[in-house]
């Protein structure tokens, strides 16, 4: 991006008027640009010039600002040489469009007789051509194929336009899933759980449904790291990941809460089904072997506490509850399920 120069529009457009003198004079070729633009498009080149009746013109040093975000503005630029850019923000950083001779810029702001909604800058030398809002209307009315050719050119903006809002909203969604999503397993995270399980306990509490929210911890796992490496232990993270998302019903959430111990809930299951439910998950676990290398596989068990939501807990009390029988799991023999007492 060139820098921007001080000398703006307004001097420079003024700059010809007060020098006095005819109007400005297009040599073939740059008549040849503005017949063949779109704007003009269907409009005889013999009669574009008069009806066109240019008010002036402005030269424009590369860097220099034709207009600037905010400004009013009452004329229509044509630009006839050079290359202009469009920016949104105040910095001038990102070009959302490129302007290319025989292309027009000014006609949004005259047209809802608002201030300029972007700035407009010179990237190259550039010679533009300026016509007032009453002399395009006249020109419109005689010519009503400009009319069409500039509601074309309208659609087509906003049509840019929407895909460019559609392509911010995907952005923003990777960025959102990016943030509450763990790169390893591909889970939710931590992040994600404080405000979903929340949501969830409180939709089982207004139906006055039980939810019981588990904490799962991997039996010996720094062993596993440290014996055959990082990647061998990510690999049962993911394994393990799989056999939950396998085992436990759509409307279970699952998130991985840190290390190598995994946050679950599940909504309308009280304490014994909830039992029920984690034991078939532990011994499917136990079960399955993890490839760790070519023809090598491992075993791991997991450790479950499990409490119960109550009417006077906080979702933090309500994990704190599972994590003292998460303890409690690993201190009596680990691979196990410790459930917390309901009158905890």
Same mark, same amino acid.
């Given at each position: 991006?060139?820098?921007?120069?001080?000398?703006?529009?307004?001097?420079?457009?003024?700059?010809?008027?007060?020098?006095?003198?005819?109007?400005?004079?297009?040599?073939?070729?740059?008549?040849?640009?503005?017949?063949?633009?779109?704007?003009?498009?269907?409009?005889?080149?013999?009669?574009?010039?008069?009806?066109?009746?240019?008010?002036?013109?402005?030269?424009?040093?590369?860097?220099?600002?034709?207009?600037?975000?905010?400004?009013?503005?009452?004329?229509?630029?044509?630009?006839?040489?050079?290359?202009?850019?469009?920016?949104?923000?105040?910095?001038?950083?990102?070009?959302?469009? =490129?302007?290319?001779?025989?292309?027009?810029?000014?006609?949004?702001?005259?047209?809802?007789?608002?201030?300029?909604?972007?700035?407009?800058?010179?990237?190259?030398?550039?010679?533009?051509?300026?016509?007032?809002?009453? =002399?395009?209307?006249?020109?419109?009315?005689?010519?009503?194929?400009?009319?069409?050719?500039?509601?074309?050119?309208?659609?087509?903006?906003?049509?840019?336009?929407?895909?460019?809002?559609?392509?911010?909203?995907?952005?923003?969604?990777?960025?959102?899933?990016?943030?509450?999503?763990?790169?390893?397993?591909?889970? =939710?995270?931590?992040?994600?759980?404080?405000?979903?399980?929340?949501?969830?306990?409180?939709?089982?509490?207004?139906?006055?449904?039980?939810?019981?929210?588990?904490?799962?911890?991997?039996?010996?796992?720094?062993?596993?790291?440290?014996?055959?490496?990082?990647?061998?232990?990510?690999?049962?993270?993911?394994?393990?990941?799989?056999?939950?998302?396998?085992?436990?019903?759509?409307?279970?959430?699952?998130?991985?809460?840190?290390?190598?111990?995994?946050?679950?809930?599940?909504?309308?299951?009280?304490?014994?089904?909830?039992?029920?439910?984690?034991?078939?998950?532990?011994?499917?676990?136990? =079960?399955?072997?993890?490839?760790?290398?070519?023809?090598?596989?491992?075993?791991?068990?997991?450790?479950?506490?499990?409490?119960?939501?109550?009417?006077?807990?906080?979702?933090?009390?309500?994990?704190?509850?599972?994590?003292?029988?998460?303890?409690?799991?690993?201190?009596?023999?680990?691979?196990?399920?410790?459930?917390?007492?309901?009158?905890?």
């Amino acid at each position: 991006m060139r820098a921007r120069q001080d000398l703006g529009v307004g001097e420079l457009a003024t700059r010809f008027f007060e020098t006095g003198g005819a109007r400005p004079a297009l040599n073939a070729s740059e008549l040849g640009t503005l017949a063949a633009s779109r704007l003009f498009r269907g409009v005889a080149r013999e009669r574009l010039l008069e009806r066109l009746k240019p008010i002036g013109e402005v030269n424009l040093r590369a860097g220099a600002v034709l207009l600037d975000y905010g400004q009013r503005n009452a004329n229509i630029y044509l630009l006839l040489s050079g290359r202009l850019a469009v920016y949104l923000d105040d910095d001038a950083r990102i070009a959302v469009a =490129h302007i290319e001779p025989g292309e027009c810029v000014g006609e949004i702001a005259v047209i809802d007789d608002e201030a300029a909604s972007a700035s407009v800058i010179a990237l190259e030398p550039a010679r533009v051509l300026v016509t007032n809002a009453a =002399h395009l209307w006249a020109l419109m009315a005689e010519e009503p194929a400009v009319a069409l050719n500039l509601l074309r050119i309208l659609a087509e903006r906003i049509r840019r336009s929407n895909i460019a809002v559609l392509e911010s909203l995907r952005q923003q969604a990777q960025l959102r899933n990016l943030a509450t999503v763990d790169p390893v397993t591909g889970l =939710h995270n931590r992040r994600w759980l404080s405000d979903m399980f929340i949501r969830r306990i409180d939709r089982c509490a207004r139906a006055r449904q039980p939810s019981c929210l588990a904490l799962l911890g991997i039996d010996r796992f720094r062993s596993v790291s440290d014996t055959y490496g990082q990647q061998a232990g990510d690999r049962v993270l993911v394994q393990i990941s799989r056999i939950m998302l396998k085992q436990l019903r759509p409307t279970d959430l699952i998130a991985r809460y840190g290390g190598e111990e995994f946050a679950l809930l599940l909504p309308d299951t009280a304490l014994p089904k909830a039992a029920a439910a984690l034991e078939r998950l532990r011994l499917a676990i136990a =079960h399955s072997q993890t490839a760790i290398a070519q023809r090598a596989t491992i075993r791991v068990s997991v450790c479950v506490g499990v409490a119960q939501w109550r009417e006077d807990w906080s979702l933090d009390e309500l994990i704190e509850a599972a994590e003292r029988a998460l303890y409690d799991a690993k201190q009596t023999g680990r691979n196990r399920i410790t459930l917390a007492p309901l009158d905890a």
